[in-house]
């Protein structure tokens, strides 16, 4: 019986394409089985036109998404990104913009090639396809990817996908990432690869569905047309690339510039880094306890190890381990592979490739071991669960899988290349918005973040998340037409910082006053999983930052303040002293805020903490201290009791001096000190010891550990090897 | 391509103009760095033996007769680079608020019962060489385990003699430790 006529090169099913890519993949090594390749060589002026024309294609349909859509989430801060694939869903090239996406809107188009669409729904010219489901592939249902074909004479030569972050698909309040919430019906609308439109239009029945479902269909519908004007914009350009440089030369460049990047990668893994194994630790927290969920049993406080081990080969691939790590939960916070997948592509895009030829070629080298069944990464109940927030602990797995990658171009002399990044926590809401109508409301730039510091200078202020490389807080005039809300100041906060030689960039609070709101409801949105526990991202002596804190401060009496035109609180200043100095009651909200009614001049404040410093903050220039105090960015007790730096301020000149012999003194005494209260590794592990054998730990500790031995026997013999406990002991 | 290493001096001690250090970052990366960054620290330490590998700031596994050992500039020695080095540091453990405080003042301050910041410093120098930030009770991290022999071997082009076995020997150390305690 002779093959149904497919869609794909020569009458192939695309399923048959598929599985004939991986088969030579699979005995070659090499991405489609090109053990040569030659077209790209032979012309490298019209190879590297023809790519950047791709990638020329890409940025500028990014942009016009940006110029339809009216939500701040894309025209303010960008939260959007491109990718062009194969018939086979493997990505050639893939726009700025937030790329953890880039093999996750790849893994719907093969979802759907797996699923026999080609036969049994039908992918047509002008065809859109819509998918926000992680259990297909996908970080959180608020990421909407919006898919289509590409044919030429008939044969589908590729798609053009757009990811959006959105700020409404009609989740239980507060509406876009709900984190009270523990079952799959609370995430909102999920789209599981649907056809939404056809001949290059938006169908109208699905137009009709979100204006009744939504609180804030304008903006969804604007998203979806911007995503299509700009894929219809890139799927244009790419016929007039084959018009120009000819269909053959398409297919076999296209599929060239994924193998000329797999190569690229090793090389660059063999030049940059040393091959050997690198570790780090992840605790993730999760405050379910008071969270107002009707699934009872998903109320309670839970902690999970994330152990990560990178071997980087000596055949110059890597592979990441997360052998130890704990059970899922009740929460929507569990992850899957293929989330896991989407860091390794935005850190990939970050650090090793990121000279803007990143594809599926990046990662080929790379490989995941699949998390352990039923583990935090791979919840065999994942069809059960809310997946609004799996990226929390993500952000968190992958900002310490940057910092692993840091120390191994550190020891291979690279140090520019050393950094690491950390994400926050804070608020969102829900409610009444200054017009009187009722939605989600949450404003989400990402410049507020401090990223480590680099080998060979500070971190970039505001300057880094690891979820895309472009951040941007968006201009405030903008989010307070948004969000009934002022924000109080922007101003970099010196404690946010880690410490070191070379100190983290730093951190900008938000503090957010509540104005002209009927009724509103605040709750927490976390894109971290580190509260109580601070994460492990100090470089070689550098200290981490400490806590992260979300906040509402409530004043006593804020009308009769402003009648005395008294100052109002801007700026969380030193962070021993605010409940002193605030006058009115201060909230700490932990990790995750409750839902809480918050009313007319309450502020809601998120303090973000950076990742780690680097070096022994003592060794630190004191030229480099009292500029950054000349700046603000450094007080005069950081100075003294963290750098021992003796500064005093010159009135007259207007700016902070270093008395030398002093600091000399100061530095020498701190060594001393270390001296005196370090004791011998020996005597620290016989006393921990003793504390684990009394299991003398806290109980969420003691349950954490239990967690991750019940589901690995190598973590749970380490563990017991390292303490040198009996083969019989339980935690 | 290639720096000389008056301007990789200049870099990694953070005294590089920075349109020379945005270069630096930004174009395609110098093949012989490794051996310059090497001959940099070798210049730097105290001591004569040669440096295979750094390992932090202060630390490098550097060959001493038929070892390789990890050592801090200074001179202290911290035994073979299998094991890891922390097991000969000196320890200052912050598990308490009071301790805590120090350096993460009220709001900052993580959660004792829960987080303990472990300092590391060089019992020679008193040089604060890591700082861990893990929950109470989780095993010392061996941050770093370099496959050294494969390195010379197979990216360098150029095996070391008298090439070792790659394997973690830390929980010799612990094992023994435990077996004196019985």
Request: glycine share 10%.
């Amino acid at each position: 019986m002779s093959e149904r006529k497919g869609i794909g090169e020569g009458g192939k099913t695309l399923k048959r394409m598929m599985e004939e890519n991986e088969r030579l993949y699979r005995e070659t090594g090499c991405y489609a089985g090109i053990t040569e390749p030659h077209l790209l060589k032979e012309n490298p002026v019209k190879g590297e036109l023809f790519h950047s024309r791709i990638m020329a294609s890409l940025i500028a349909g990014r942009e016009t998404t940006r110029m339809v859509s009216g939500s701040p989430f894309v025209r303010e801060v960008a939260e959007l990104c491109l990718g062009l694939y194969t018939p086979e869903g493997d990505n050639i090239a893939q726009s700025t913009g937030i790329q953890i996406h880039i093999k996750l809107m790849g893994d719907n188009i093969q979802w759907m090639i797996n699923k026999n669409y080609e036969e049994e729904v039908g992918i047509n010219d002008g065809d859109f396809f819509i998918a926000n489901e992680p259990v297909i592939s996908g970080m959180h249902a608020a990421d909407v990817y919006d898919m289509l074909p590409i044919f030429w004479e008939g044969e589908l030569i590729g798609w053009i996908s757009t990811v959006i972050m959105e700020m409404d698909i009609g989740a239980v309040s507060p509406g876009l990432m709900p984190l009270a919430n523990v079952e799959r019906g609370t995430d909102g609308l999920k789209f599981c690869c649907e056809r939404i439109g056809s001949n290059d239009r938006l169908n109208r029945d699905f137009e009709h569905k979100i204006e009744i479902c939504l609180d804030m269909s304008d903006i969804f519908l604007l998203d979806r047309k911007g995503a299509i004007a700009s894929n219809i914009r890139v799927r244009e350009e790419i016929k007039r690339i084959i018009g120009e440089f000819g269909i053959e030369y398409y297919k076999r460049a296209t599929r060239e510039l994924i193998e000329e990047e797999r190569r690229s990668q090793i090389v660059r893994i063999r030049q940059r880094m040393v091959p050997g194994r690198y570790r780090g630790v992840v605790p993730a927290e999760f405050p379910m306890a008071d969270q107002p969920v009707a699934w009872l049993p998903a109320k309670r406080d839970t902690i999970r190890l994330i152990p990560i081990q990178m071997d980087v080969l000596p055949a110059g691939g890597l592979v990441l381990d997360f052998e130890g790590v704990g059970e899922w939960g009740w929460h929507p916070f569990n992850g899957t592979p293929q989330a896991v997948w989407g860091g390794v592509s935005i850190v990939t895009v970050q650090t090793l490739a990121c000279d803007g030829r990143g594809n599926l070629g990046s990662l080929l080298p790379i490989e995941v071991k699949e998390p352990p069944i039923d583990s935090l990464l791979n919840p065999s109940q994942i069809k059960k669960l809310a997946t609004s927030t799996p990226w929390a602990p993500l952000l968190d797995v992958f900002g310490m899988w940057t910092h692993l990658l840091g120390i191994a171009f550190y020891l291979r002399g690279f140090r520019e290349e050393t950094f690491n990044y950390r994400s926050s926590a804070g608020w969102q809401m829900a409610g009444y918005d200054q017009m009187g109508t009722k939605r989600p409301l949450m404003a989400a730039g990402t410049g507020y973040f401090g990223p480590g510091a680099c080998g060979v200078c500070d971190g970039v202020d505001c300057g880094g998340w690891l979820a895309t490389p472009e951040v941007d807080m968006g201009s405030a005039e903008v989010w307070e037409l948004f969000v009934p809300h002022m924000e109080m100041s922007r101003r970099i906060d010196p404690y946010s910082v880690g410490y070191g030689r070379f100190r983290s960039g730093l951190a900008i609070p938000q503090v957010v006053m509540i104005h002209r709101s009927q009724q509103l409801v605040g709750s927490g949105i976390i894109g971290t999983a580190s509260d109580g526990i601070i994460p492990n991202l100090g470089q070689f002596g550098g200290y981490p930052g400490g806590r992260r804190n979300t906040m509402l401060l409530r004043y006593d009496n804020l009308p009769e303040l402003m009648e005395k035109r008294q100052p109002l609180l801007y700026e969380v200043g030193h962070p021993a002293d605010l409940k002193d100095r605030f006058p009115g009651q201060v909230f700490d909200m932990g990790l995750l805020a409750v839902p809480t009614e918050i009313y007319e001049g309450d502020l809601l404040v998120s303090v973000s903490a950076a990742a780690g410093g680097l070096g022994d903050p003592i060794e630190r220039d004191p030229a480099l201290i009292t500029a950054d105090m000349d700046n603000g960015l450094t007080t005069e007790w950081q100075a003294s009791s963290i750098y021992c730096v003796k500064t005093s301020y010159d009135e007259k000149a207007k700016q902070w001096k270093v008395d030398e012999a002093a600091t000399k003194e100061l530095r020498q005494s701190k060594r001393k000190e270390r001296l005196a209260r370090g004791v011998p590794a020996k005597d620290w592990w016989q006393k921990s010891r003793q504390r684990l054998m009394d299991r003398n730990l806290d109980g969420k500790i003691l349950e954490m550990y239990q967690s991750s031995m019940r589901l690995s026997e190598a973590f749970t013999r380490e563990f017991k090897d390292f303490w040198a406990l009996p083969d019989d002991f339980n935690l | 391509m290639s720096y000389s290493k008056e301007d990789l001096r200049d870099l990694y001690d953070g005294r590089l103009p920075w349109n020379k250090t945005f270069e630096i970052m930004s174009k395609p990366k110098d093949d012989d760095r490794f051996d310059k960054y090497v001959e940099i620290l070798q210049e730097r330490v105290s001591y004569t033996e040669r440096i295979l590998l750094p390992l932090g700031d202060h630390l490098n596994v550097v060959q001493k007769g038929g070892e390789r050992i990890v050592k801090c500039d200074c001179g202290h020695e911290f035994g073979d680079w299998r094991q890891n080095w922390k097991l000969n540091a000196l320890i200052f453990a912050r598990d308490d608020t009071e301790k805590l405080e120090e350096v993460y003042p009220g709001l900052k301050c993580p959660d004792p019962n829960l987080c303990e910041v472990r300092e590391f410093y060089c019992p020679g120098c008193g040089s604060l060489l890591m700082v861990e930030a893990v929950p109470v009770g989780y095993p010392l991290i061996f941050d770093a385990l370099p496959d050294i022999d494969s390195f010379y071997r197979e990216w360098l082009g150029r095996p070391l003699p008298d090439e070792k076995e790659f394997r973690d020997m830390t929980y010799q150390v612990t094992r023994e430790w435990g077996r004196e305690l019985e």
